[in-house]
């Protein structure tokens, strides 16, 4: 696609369950980021890939998160023992250079929308 | 630590007119560079402005312009002529620099929400 696609754009879980979350970078865009967004917050770092590696998950906020991106294009967001407080828009972005180039081309998804209840 | 700072949780302009948009960052860097993003209530954040620290002129993109004041440490977004799809979130972000070089990661500001009225 021309842009950045995220699956599911919303989805509800109870509280304790598993989420996997999915993010279609734009072609050829080899970094790949992930962010938390809170309602009322700005977006925050959870994870940046280069290729297949994580290159920073200084980000996740515990053990219960992880993420992975097996072929260096397609990456998913895992959530195990889901939590209420996990609840958020996860925000997937992709830029062609490993950092945010000066020019600003980091490209977002519209986000998956997290509610755990 | 570094921090963006966006005091207005709400502003309202009339179409046509100029509104801008502040924001203020805390970093101890010689080098960053500076971001203003746009979210539409679809979600995406749309990249709309870029400054880096040692650029001597104000950024501009067409109807946007970054006031960039290095000694005070703001950063705001004038938005000239406003139009009725201008209303959405707008954040301010800032870019970390770590170990002598640039990150990936952006910081984010708590963001201003702008509604446009005709």
């Known amino acids: 696609g021309a842009g950045v696609s995220q699956t599911p754009s919303n989805k509800v879980t109870e509280k304790g369950k598993y989420v996997e979350l999915r993010c279609d970078p734009i072609?050829?865009?080899?970094?790949l980021y992930w962010y938390r967004q809170s309602l009322g917050q700005g977006p925050e770092f959870l994870i940046y890939f280069q290729g297949t590696g994580a290159a920073d998950d200084s980000g996740l906020p515990n053990d219960r998160f992880f993420a992975v991106r097996p072929e260096g294009s397609v990456s998913t967001l895992k959530i195990q023992r889901t939590e209420r407080g996990d609840s958020a828009v996860y925000l997937c972005?992709?830029?062609?250079?490993?950092?945010?180039?000066?020019?600003?081309?980091?490209?977002f998804g519209e986000g998956s929308r997290l509610t755990v209840l | 630590a570094q921090k963006i700072t966006q005091t207005q949780p709400g502003m309202f302009v009339q179409e046509k007119e100029a509104v801008t948009l502040d924001c203020t960052y805390d970093t101890s860097d010689q080098s960053y560079g500076l971001f203003w993003y746009k979210q539409p209530s679809s979600g995406e954040m749309i990249f709309l402005i870029y400054q880096g620290s040692y650029d001597e002129q104000n950024a501009t993109e067409g109807r946007y312009s970054l006031n960039f004041q290095k000694a005070r440490k703001s950063a705001n977004l004038v938005i000239s002529a406003s139009q009725l799809g201008d209303s959405a979130m707008y954040f301010c972000a800032m870019r970390e620099w770590r170990y002598g070089g640039a990150t990936n990661k952006l910081i984010f500001g708590t963001g201003t929400l702008l509604a446009v009225q005709p």
């Open positions: 972005a992709s830029s062609q250079a490993g950092v945010a180039g000066f020019g600003g081309e980091l490209f």
């Open positions: 072609s050829g865009h080899t970094a």
